[in-house]
């Protein structure tokens, strides 16, 4: 016949204190929870649910900051760099290349004018957000499109230039 084996009775006394005493330390203190600050000061209830219910950070997806708080001097360079040339070194979208000067020209006869076309890009066109996604004021973006024009040997009209070209 097989031997049975069993459980010690000081091996079931430690679970059945550890089963009824372990839901007690686990639940209780949410019974007993002061609603207190890190600084010791006691919250009432309305304070706890207007802070658990609080946002926890803020996502902007718009350029909200304000034109002053950008650098003064544009580089048109380095914005082109890091902001235009994600569509206008490869034509993605149909984005005129940098240099290309039959595909700015398309752009600037169907739009009618270099002013009109870079209005446009300050509103944004197709699939290009306003002022291509970059933070920087009116005035900047007209100066980041007569910097393309130029590289596509095209006239700005009367679009300003920036100074470091």
């Known amino acids: 016949m097989a031997k049975i084996e069993t459980i010690p009775p000081y ?4 679970m059945w204190v550890a089963g009824i005493f372990m839901p007690l330390f686990l639940i209780l203190p949410f019974f007993f929870y002061g609603g207190t600050d890190i600084t010791g000061h006691t919250l009432d209830k309305t304070e706890l649910q207007a802070g658990n ?6 996502l902007t997806l718009s350029s909200d900051i304000p034109v002053e708080a950008v650098a003064a001097v544009l580089d048109v360079q380095a914005t082109y760099d890091k902001v235009c040339a994600a569509c206008h070194a490869t034509g993605i979208s149909g984005a005129p290349v940098q240099g ?12 009618g004018s270099v002013e009109a ?4 890009g300050i509103k944004g066109i197709n699939a290009m957000p306003a002022k291509g996604g970059a933070a920087i004021s009116d005035e900047d ?20 230039v920036a100074e470091a070209q």
């Open 53 to 58: 219910l609080a946002p926890f950070g803020k």
């Open 117 to 120: 076309l870079a209005e446009q």
């Open 141 to 160: 973006f007209k100066k980041m499109v007569s910097f393309m024009l130029i590289k596509a040997d095209i006239d700005t009209g009367s679009l300003p």
């Open 100 to 111: 290309n000067q039959a595909a700015w020209q398309a752009k600037i006869d169907e739009r």
């Open 11 to 14: 091996a079931k006394a430690i």
